[in-house]
């Protein structure tokens, strides 16, 4: 037969005491004191150790430069404690580095939800979202956080991508605003002068195509005609664009008929 006794929750059979003596009961319970009393001097770090344990853990793996390792680390420590900004924000950039950008949107989104204000963290979430094809709110984090940036190197890529979204959804005056502005801050950076090439190219077929649809026999549509048979070196047809151009409106500004004339003089 069998009798339960009710310790700490838990139910423990014992022999009675017809097949255990009362001295042997007696002398387990001594036991299972002394083993609960173990117990509870054994207890597990608390919750800012472990986080603190691992930290130092992290960011020893970071000095490491091993991001495999240091990943796992700083998640647990988000796991800990949630609203960590360091560990969101550290793992997100180490799953961009790599291009995890779907797995590191989360954390770094999180990181600026606690703290919005951490300007390189909000370029990276745009970038990351570019990438994952959220052109919005790529749009939107990059608008916002590239004025904050002062590092020149990360604010050219972070301005030359805000360039291409703008070139992308159509808003090319944007674009050229922006790339004017670059071009002036950052005047021997090639890949900014680049993008000022492209962008004005862009604004220029822009422009072009939309005066051919709204004035196609303008003087002003054989103004541009003519500018662009000059860039190609063709200067009698670019002489007779201009000769179109002020025979439809002879009160032209003085450019367009000082144009004409070189261009005659050039023939």
């Known amino acids: 037969m069998f009798a339960v006794l009710s310790v700490s929750r838990q139910l423990l059979p014992w022999y009675d005491e017809a097949i255990m003596p009362a001295k042997s009961v ?28 691992r930290e130092r853990l992290a960011q020893q793996y970071d000095q490491e430069k091993q991001p495999d390792l240091a990943i796992p680390e700083w998640q647990k420590v ?5 609203k960590n900004v360091v560990a969101r924000a550290n793992s997100g950039v180490l799953l961009f580095s790599p291009g995890k950008y779907a797995d590191a949107v989360p954390q770094l989104q999180n990181a600026i939800n606690i703290q919005s204000n951490l300007w390189k963290i909000r370029s990276l979430l ?47 005056d944007k674009a050229a605003n922006l790339v004017s502005r670059m071009k002036t801050a950052y005047p021997d950076a ?10 004005y190219a862009d604004l220029s077929g822009e422009s072009m195509l939309s ?4 004035a196609p026999d303008s003087a002003q549509m054989h103004q541009l005609l003519a500018h662009e048979e000059t860039r190609e070196g063709n200067t009698n047809g670019a002489i007779a664009q ?19 004339g070189t261009a005659a003089h050039i023939a």
């Open 78 to 82: 988000v796991a800990l404690d949630p």
């Open 190 to 199: 090639p890949e900014v002068l680049y993008a000022a090439y492209r962008t």
């Open 26 to 53: 007696a002398s387990a319970l001594v036991l299972l004191r002394l083993f609960s009393l173990a117990v509870v001097g054994q207890t597990l770090p608390n919750e800012k150790e472990q986080i603190a344990q």
């Open 126 to 172: 745009g970038l990351a979202d570019e990438h994952i094809g959220d052109l919005a709110d790529a749009g939107k984090e990059l608008e916002a956080s590239f004025p904050m940036i002062e590092e020149p190197k990360f604010k050219i890529e972070v301005g030359l991508d805000l360039v291409g979204l703008h070139t992308e959804s159509g808003e090319l």
């Open 211 to 214: 005066l051919s649809l709204v």
């Open 242 to 260: 201009y000769r179109k151009a002020t025979a439809i409106d002879p009160h032209l500004p003085g450019g367009a008929l000082r144009a004409c």
